[in-house]
């Protein structure tokens, strides 16, 4: 920076060299104090004619730095008799030093003094060394002493010495701060003499360097000041102007001895005592820079100095202040105890006193006197008014002045302060940034609360703070919105409207609650579940608007929209997990167990559970609504992961609270409930399934479910299922499908494995009275249903089964006990035996290893056979899928093994096909065997056994049979790949078919094939012998599936109706495959053999009752070419 000349430096300069010449014959350079009020006005006109003499701004400040530094450098200059030639290169202030006259520090220190410049002084002054900063303070105090001293001289000692206590401004612009360093940078330079000027000696870094210059003078301030001051006390005039030096004095001494660290006050008391010293200044305007200026001396009076004193001691600097006090009481001033200087004593005493009295025995009489002093001022108690307490925060707010983060927490937490509704109104409107914090938020939530909750509130002003404040709480972070949202859950549930509110601010919320949902449902809730992230990001934010005003009433449109709300679920879910302050709202719990029952009880829920239950109680919801509370419950139950930093939230609600909020209650009074048995045992299979997709912390979230009675609810459940289709049409209690029960079978398994875990994890002595009881319970329901609790008995019971299952059974005594049913009496063991091996995998392989079965008495298998043929039919109406397929494959298992003789007849042929069918005897053995199975079941003796829904049950299981025949199928003979060129060679003519069926049961009318199809072999087939054995068994495949056809048929039409829809549906699965086979397969069959297998499959189509199902099949017959 160079300073260079203009029109303001050459008045400044006419204004030097007019006053040189009043000094005539003398000059500046060597006039007197008592001269400059002689010949200091033109320099002081000058200087006020360039800054001006209205408010001070920040170039009339720079004007002023500039004019102060330059006669100091000018006076340095002289002093060390610069060399021009050097100056003009090096010093940026040449231009202006030399049009000037030469002075000397009279004319410094007077212009200072007089143009109130003492914190531009002390501004330069703190840019230098300390030891030099002693210097020019000794220079300063000797001057001051120089006659005439007059009270003028004492008021600017003390200036530069409090702002030296300030300390630094914050610079308000580069300019004025380079422009000290410049002057730093300077000094140094002229301070040294020629011989000893480095390179580096102009630097700001090298200013240390001065400390040799100085070493044997006196660097503490403190001590300088003070004594300095002592000196002074005979020109001490005026009571002002001793409680200025006392009250300046004892901060110094405080600041220097007494702390170490800032006090840091709180502002509440900050802005008392601001408040009680603007209330001295009753002429005065209020403006920032008064309060600005208040503010640095409160900062002042309680940071540590930087000076430290390294020569005067704490005693002696004490004594020179009592001293000067008993000079004061000695001269009996009468002081008016209003003025600014009276009150900023008493605090400086109170502060000095307080420190003081840590130690009770130190400086006893130095602290009486300063008590009397306190006592003399007798100062009245004075708190301001609220308006004013007002007013002052509201300029520290409104300018951002020192400490105004924590003025806006006070002003927020002040409820009395909105009384005056315009100036408070008018803060909050102009600083909506300032209160930008969640704590201060919550705050103005309460003053807002207050107000709408009193009589005769101003509706509209109380609508436009609530937009203010909803306003703020928008420009938050997320992560502070969730601080607020959880803040403002712990004031009240229902936010601003947790007492009775007017109709009119009611209504208003209700229509932002319902824009907002309205946009993020068209916006984004019926689209796919892949949000975009400013589409969830702008839904966040509305949502969490909304919520903070009234969390209940959003998380239950929330809940609404995700039920019902097509494709809702999803977005609503991610809202719900970038809001967890919303769903933290839990009671108080009491987590004891009982070892009896299991139970543990957690009082209090999530607000979030709540609005769940309200959405659903007293509703009947469609399947699609079930299902999307089922998902939407199963997204709040998941953990949100936050993949930076690693960060893991916590779900929006924990799988125990979804248990004990809508499983539990539900279970318990299944009959009272609108959320039906299926639907709270999805619920529960989605909560376990949580618990397998994250690790389980250690006691499992389970045991505070009362995992024991709910293992029996689930039980009865289980329990009613073996006979749901004996359930009388009025029973309370509806279970309608079979997938129940495969659900129940499935949670059972999952929440015994998990009990179990827990009981073997400790001490078996802590759970037995538990397991007691549950086993006990166990005595009420079927004897299978222990099984399926397995886990949970480990090995403290054994096994027990009818005793009629020990006679076809060989079971060691160790671990199987019989029970005494009167339902299972003699010859009911094959029944007992299929059951169990219905129930699961390894008990089915214990029941096929310990079969009593003597395989060389021929007589022994065909009554095991014929007996097995009656228990399947009485077990299968009640098996469940999983069942069933336990079931089927031990009837596999028994075929294959021999144990189990299911004689082929040629219901459907005249004569055999000369095929190789061994490959395909079990699928051929299995068909037969539930065609007889169902001609039992469709026989008059049991045909009144199921209800319509049990007849369709056992229609689609008896489908499930079929389809895993195909499957056999498809894995013995692979379809080629497409385009893969197959031949095929006919191992044999394609079967004659005869009508023999059942009479007893239907009358299929079938044509038979032409003897010539099946006595026409072909000459050149019987000379490849060879290459026919290893042919694809293509042909085997057509008739198991012609067998397969024909005994889907057979039993769809004795199926009472004969319009079950899973028999049509397989039916067109085999005829599909079997025109797969054909196409892959040309050779398989020639044209007269296609013409006539179509001819006998319409023939057996024709039998069926349902028309539009019959067309169907025959239409699908016709393609097969």
């Known amino acids: ?259 170490d660290q800032e006090v840091a006050l709180p502002a509440k008391e900050k802005l008392h005592i601001l408040c009680k010293v603007i209330s001295t200044r009753k002429n005065e305007k209020l403006r920032p820079e008064l309060i600005q200026k208040f503010q640095r001396d409160l900062h002042a009076s309680n940071s540590p100095s930087r000076f430290k004193p390294n020569r005067i001691g704490q005693s002696e600097a004490l004594r020179v202040i009592t001293e000067l006090t008993q000079i004061w009481q000695e001269r009996g001033f009468v002081h008016d105890s209003s003025t600014p200087s009276a009150l900023q004593l008493e605090q400086s005493v109170q502060r000095v006193l307080t420190a003081l009295d840590k130690d009770k025995d130190e400086a006893v009489a130095e602290k009486n006197v300063l008590r009397g002093l306190l006592k003399l001022l007798a100062l009245p108690a004075t708190d301001g008014s609220t308006e004013a307490h007002l007013q002052v925060t509201s300029t520290i707010i409104s300018h951002r002045l020192e400490d105004y983060e924590n003025f806006v927490t006070l002003f927020a937490s002040e409820t009395s302060w909105a009384q005056f509704d315009e100036l408070w109104m008018e803060c909050l409107e102009k600083n909506p940034t300032a209160f930008r914090q969640h704590s201060t938020l919550i705050s103005l939530s309460s003053t807002l609360m207050n107000k709408l909750h009193k009589e005769n509130s101003n509706i509209s002003q109380s609508r436009k703070l609530m937009k203010i404040i909803a306003d703020i709480f928008s420009s938050l972070s997320i992560e502070d919105k969730n601080k607020a949202l959880a803040a403002m859950l712990r004031l009240s549930s229902r936010g601003f409207f947790g007492c009775s509110v007017p109709p009119a601010v009611t209504d208003g919320f209700e229509k932002e609650l319902n824009m907002a949902f309205n946009c993020i449902i068209q916006g984004g809730g019926r689209a796919s579940e892949a949000v975009s992230q400013g589409n969830l990001t702008t839904a966040v934010s509305l949502v969490g608007r909304v919520a903070f005003q009234n969390p209940e009433a959003t998380l239950r449109s929330c809940c609404h929209s995700a039920v019902f709300n097509k494709g809702a679920f999803s977005l609503i879910a991610k809202i719900l997990q970038e809001l967890p302050g919303l769903l933290r709202q839990k009671g108080r719990k009491d987590r004891k167990h009982s070892k009896e029952t299991g139970r543990s009880t957690e009082r209090g829920s999530s607000l979030l559970c709540k609005c769940l239950q309200e959405t659903v109680r007293n509703k009947s919801l469609s399947v699609s609504e079930k299902e999307q509370f089922l998902k939407f419950l199963a997204l709040l139950m998941l953990p949100d992961v936050v993949y930076e930093g690693e960060e893991k939230r916590q779900s929006c609600l924990t799988p125990q609270e979804v248990v004990n909020t809508f499983i539990l209650p539900n279970l318990s009074a299944l009959g009272h409930s609108n959320v039906e048995a299926e639907l709270s045992l999805q619920l529960l299979h989605t909560a376990l399934s949580v618990d397998v997709q994250q690790p389980a912390p250690s006691p499992h979230w389970v045991l505070e479910c009362s995992p024991f009675p709910l293992l029996y609810v689930l039980a009865q459940l289980y329990n009613q299922t073996l006979r749901c289709w004996e359930q009388h049409p009025e029973s309370p209690i509806h279970l309608h499908s079979m997938d129940t029960k495969e659900l129940l079978v499935s949670v059972l398994t999952t929440l015994g494995q998990v009990v179990g875990a827990e009981v073997a994890a400790v001490a078996p002595s802590s759970w037995s009275r538990s397991l007691f009881w549950l086993y006990n319970k166990m005595e009420e329901l079927d004897w299978t249903v222990r099984f399926h609790l397995k886990p949970v008995w480990g090995q403290h019971f054994k096994n027990e089964v009818p005793s009629s299952l020990l006679a076809v059974c060989e079971l060691p005594e160790q671990e199987w006990s019989c029970l005494d049913l009167p339902q299972y009496g003699e010859g009911t063991g094959l029944l007992a035996w299929m059951e169990c091996c219905s129930v699961s995998d390894s008990l089915q392989s214990i029941m096929l290893s310990c079969l009593s079965l003597d395989q060389r008495r021929l007589d022994h298998v065909s009554m095991f056979s014929k007996g097995l043929l009656v228990v399947l039919t009485q077990t299968l109406p009640w098996c469940s899928v999983s069942q069933w397929t336990r079931l089927l494959r031990a009837l596999r298992e028994l075929i294959t093994s021999g144990r189990l003789n299911v004689p082929f007849s040629l219901e459907y042929v005249d004569y055999l096909p000369l095929l190789d069918l061994r490959r395909f005897s079990c699928e051929l053995r299995l068909s037969v065997l539930l065609l007889r199975v169902f001609q039992l079941l469709c026989g008059s003796s049991c045909s009144h056994w199921l209800s319509a829904d049990g007849w369709a049950h056992v229609c689609r299981l008896y489908a499930h049979a079929v389809r895993e025949m195909i499957k056999s199928l498809k894995a013995k003979l692979p379809l080629p790949s497409p385009g893969t060129a197959t031949v095929s060679v006919s191992l044999s003519p394609k079967p004659q078919v005869s009508g023999h069926l059942n009479p007893a049961l239907t009358t299929i009318k079938a044509p038979k094939m032409h003897k010539d199809a099946v006595n026409a072999p072909q000459k050149s087939k019987e000379s490849h012998m060879e290459e026919e054995v290893e042919a694809a068994p293509n042909q085997e495949v057509l008739f198991v599936l012609s067998q397969l056809y024909c005994h889907v048929q057979h039993i769809q039409v004795m199926m009472p109706g004969g319009q079950s829809e899973p028999l049509f549906l397989c039916s067109l699965e085999v005829l599909s495959h079997y025109e797969a086979i054909m196409a892959a397969f040309p050779d398989s069959c020639s044209p007269l053999e296609s013409d006539n297998t179509r001819l006998f499959f319409s023939t057996i189509t024709d039998n069926l009752n349902n028309q539009e199902m019959k067309a169907v099949l025959q239409q699908k017959i016709t393609q097969l070419v």
């Open 1 to 259: 920076m160079t300073l260079t000349l203009n029109k303001d430096s050459a008045v400044l300069q006419g204004a030097f060299l007019q006053a040189d010449k009043l000094c005539h014959p003398s000059s500046l350079s060597s006039i007197q104090k008592a001269d400059w009020s002689q010949v200091g006005y033109p320099i002081l006109q000058a200087v006020r004619q360039i800054c001006g003499q209205d408010e001070p701004n920040l170039e009339a400040l720079t004007w002023k730095k500039r004019i102060v530094c330059a006669v100091w450098l000018k006076l340095l200059c002289t002093e060390a008799e610069e060399d021009v030639e050097e100056a003009w290169r090096e010093n940026p202030f040449f231009s202006l030093l030399n049009s000037l006259p030469k002075v000397n520090y009279v004319v410094l220190l007077e212009l200072v003094k007089s143009t109130a410049a003492a914190h531009i002084f002390s501004s330069f002054l703190l840019h230098l060394p300390q030891p030099q900063i002693c210097a020019e303070l000794e220079r300063l105090t000797k001057h001051m002493m120089r006659d005439p001293t007059k009270e003028d001289d004492v008021h600017f000692f003390l200036e530069v010495w409090w702002e030296l206590w300030k300390g630094q401004a914050e610079p308000t612009e580069r300019e004025v701060e380079s422009m000290e360093m410049m002057f730093a940078n300077q000094f140094a330079h002229l301070s040294l003499k020629p011989s000893s000027i480095s390179p580096q000696a102009s630097k700001r870094l090298k200013l240390d360097s001065l400390d040799l210059f100085a070493s044997q003078e006196n660097t503490d301030v403190l001590h300088i000041l003070l004594h300095a001051l002592k000196n002074m006390t005979s020109h001490l005039s005026s009571v002002e102007l001793f409680f200025k030096a006392l009250s300046i004095s004892l901060d110094a001494f405080y600041t220097s001895f007494l702390i």
